[in-house]
């Protein structure tokens, strides 16, 4: 879509220092945008990237704005109004609404006639689809799940039975919100299955990446507050609870019980153990292991950084020893008659 | 589905302790539950919890029933029984045995006709479906893979050729079961691909996370024995062999040609590189690594608990210089002529 | 497919020592190989399991092939010879080209003729499908995207718009190469969504595992060079760039904007930061994590193997108590005036 500089100025609340008249009509990275481009800088940090830059425009803070040598937008959030100028660059395909011959439909689903329903999609009894929402190929949404307006299943989601999406919401290819949470009864030996009962409720304006799983209840149901953003290939077992606007990066494994607080952050690859909370405001960094609830918004870690194979093996044979080096020094303490154990009065 | 209190004690052997007209028709939490619930008591340390609930009934050990409010089914194993229950009480809905018009299904595969093939299904040539099972929406069961009876594919599932699949397997949608393994030769800089033509099979009463790959082996089968339970998103290369009854949490990955043994428990996020052998009865907690077969029933880890950022940076810089300070501490004890290093013979 | 060993000799330019009229029609390890089988020793060192196999023929190395009791092809690369030989007594199954009645091909798609298309495949507009090339059921791909000649979509997989997949590629089933990426800017305690704008593009001969998922790039490209093999459960994020034959095993993850050079192998459960670059030739043992760019072709760990649950606990506490230890070793040194802290210089 085509725009000029003035209209964006106008419908985003920004300031044009610049010609009106001018037209942009994609985005781009500072580097590589040519005048049809709008650019963007994030971060004032980083104002030197201005330089040579030949985008059509820059959304970016009043302070750098005066280094910009093309047309600027001034914005207070240059990365969000950026966010928003490319949505309207590069709408979404319009909705052909409609179910697809293709598509299998239950008699008794309930299917608003502004939203799409894709080829080889199967919507199953009693199911509701809200306006103007897209129910991608391949797509399964079993019996009684209800699907929000203006939601949009990419493709090859699965939505199971009684699962809530809220409105706004987008679920990437081979999601699964809905399936079995992960529930067996030792018996003599074997596991005898205990039936998921519960649910998935999935707030407004959550968006679910791709071949992420998010686990049924056992009796109770799963709960995704709005606003929430899983990347891809996550695992949220049953019973967990994500508070509001929390970002969760890919491959992050959350067990079950575990409640996250609102705004929390977590990295790639953190796994937390189940039936533990985290406060409001957590941010965790990747491939971290949460073992014990925290009541304390801040910054935790656990990653070890990788060393060339042969030193970390050395580090590794002097970790396994620790316990062992621990009484060598307490000895060596005892021996001169000198202790700062006062240093860590937990040691022994 | 509604049942008397008899009727549930008569069928699952247990002692009630209440009226046997009551009725009841669904499960429930012993906070939550109402008097058309049952609830269940698994660990009589919980006994607290009973105080208040206004379940219907609760299934319970003999000790504990004592002090249930409510009335009471006496049980061994409450947990299992539970389970049983609430399988009951929540049936799967009936199968429409059939084909869907929408399914494709090759002319020579062979189908009973009690199974239920649902739409966009694809069933390839020499395939056979058993006796009642399900085969869900958008799953694809390649030519000559076999399918026991009572045996669902929720939907979306992937069954490669060949692949045998025994009786009540539950396999849960997106989970991919005998695609290719890894196996490449290197040549000349680049990879050639090593044909897999081993297969998978998957004993009676398995369970098949959602998003879970088992990989077919390379020459001969990989094997996953009856009554194992894999969770979501986990990972099993070509040639693994998963003993019976063996339970594994989300994100666990095992590396080719590794051997667990009966009953072994894996953790959510568990690693097991390639060519080991856990002995039968093996624990392993969350996240942990492991590197070697480990030959002795018992409880392994190797997961790091988080800290405060700050201060787990401080830790690893500590972890990095490890070895010097082992080294300053070894010339500590010779310059005092005092050593406790028989505390740790192969310190060096 | 039945070959003569003579065939064989000839086709793969080995040294035949034994009857080129036998032949053989499968692959077999040593130990269970019967007479109609090719089998290989990959590793010399391993010449002993020649020892009682039954094979109806060998690949091996020049020098192993004296201890062969079966006949033997001599190969400069057995176990590479040994893959294309497999590939040859057994080819995939002829395709059947042509598009499936309940494909859903849009009619603006380039389809060769002699492409197949499988039943529930979806072709959105402007996409074209190469020559020979399969599309399995259940696979969406999506408008605009490419799909070079040779390439096979197992099953279900998915391939975003405008994405381009090489000559001679395999995805397997459930992969998701070119879903969005993982982009958000955060404005008032609320996350908006950044359009990914950039595509993916896949080399030739690259083979993408179950489950594996490969975002598209916010502004520019992500991009997969020729020859790159990844295994199942792996996470590329958005303008990501994997060097030419590099091998990634299952449930890497790999966050956004980070480099691989060419020829890098990584490990099962690898992990890398985001921004970060690895040079050519860069190998990563399995569930390293990865925080820093490396510049120097090597081995790379910082895996913590498993102990017994009670030692590792004991060892964790060490851990944590680390810099106390190393503040007591330093007061210790300047009790006794010695010091070896001259090994390391960074030490306080």
Same mark, same amino acid.
């Given at each position: 879509m085509t725009m000029t500089l003035g209209e964006l100025a106008v419908r985003f609340g920004c300031e044009l220092r &610049?010609?009106?008249a001018a037209t942009v009509e994609t985005v781009a990275s500072l580097a590589l945008a040519d005048a049809r481009a709008v650019s963007f800088l994030a971060?004032?940090?980083?104002? &030197?990237?201005?330089?040579g830059t030949r985008a059509g425009v820059v959304i970016l803070d009043a302070r750098s704005?005066?280094?910009?040598?093309v047309p600027a937008l001034v914005a207070a959030n240059p990365h969000a109004t950026f966010a928003r100028v490319a949505g309207v660059l590069h709408p979404d395909p319009p909705l052909k609404p409609g179910v697809h011959p293709l598509a299998a439909v239950a008699p008794g689903a309930r299917i608003d006639p502004s939203a799409e329903i894709s080829a080889h999609a199967c919507i199953g009894e009693g199911a509701r689809i809200g306006a103007r929402s897209f129910i991608g190929p391949g797509s399964v949404v079993e019996h009684h799940a209800i699907i929000g307006d203006?939601?949009?299943?990419?493709?090859?989601a699965f939505i199971g039975h009684h699962v809530k999406l809220g409105a706004r919401c987008i679920v990437q290819p081979g999601a699964v919100v809905g399936?079995? &949470?992960f529930g067996f009864a030792p018996d003599k030996g074997a596991w005898i299955k205990v039936p998921q009962v519960g649910s998935v409720v999935v707030g407004d304006d959550a968006e679910i990446g791709s071949n992420t799983c998010i686990d049924r209840g056992a009796l109770e149901d799963t709960v995704i507050e709005e606003g929430v953003k899983l990347d891809n290939l996550i695992m949220i077992a049953h019973n967990c609870r994500i508070g509001a606007h929390s970002a969760l990066a890919a491959c992050v494994a959350i067990a079950g019980s575990s409640v996250l607080g609102k705004r929390c952050i977590l990295g790639g690859r953190v796994g937390l153990t189940g039936h533990i909370t985290l406060c409001d405001d957590v941010v965790v960094l990747g491939t971290t292991f949460i073992s014990h609830s925290i009541n304390k918004p801040g910054v935790y870690s656990s990653a070890l950084p990788s060393e060339e194979a042969g030193v970390w093996r050395r580090i590794v044979g002097r970790i396994k020893r620790l316990d062992s080096m621990a009484r060598r020094m307490r000895a060596l303490e005892k021996h001169t008659g000198f202790s700062a154990a006062n240093l860590d009065s937990s040691e022994d």
């Open positions: &610049g010609d009106p971060n004032p940090k980083y104002v &030197g990237q201005l330089k704005a005066a280094h910009s040598p203006d939601t949009k299943l990419v493709a090859r399936a079995d &949470g």
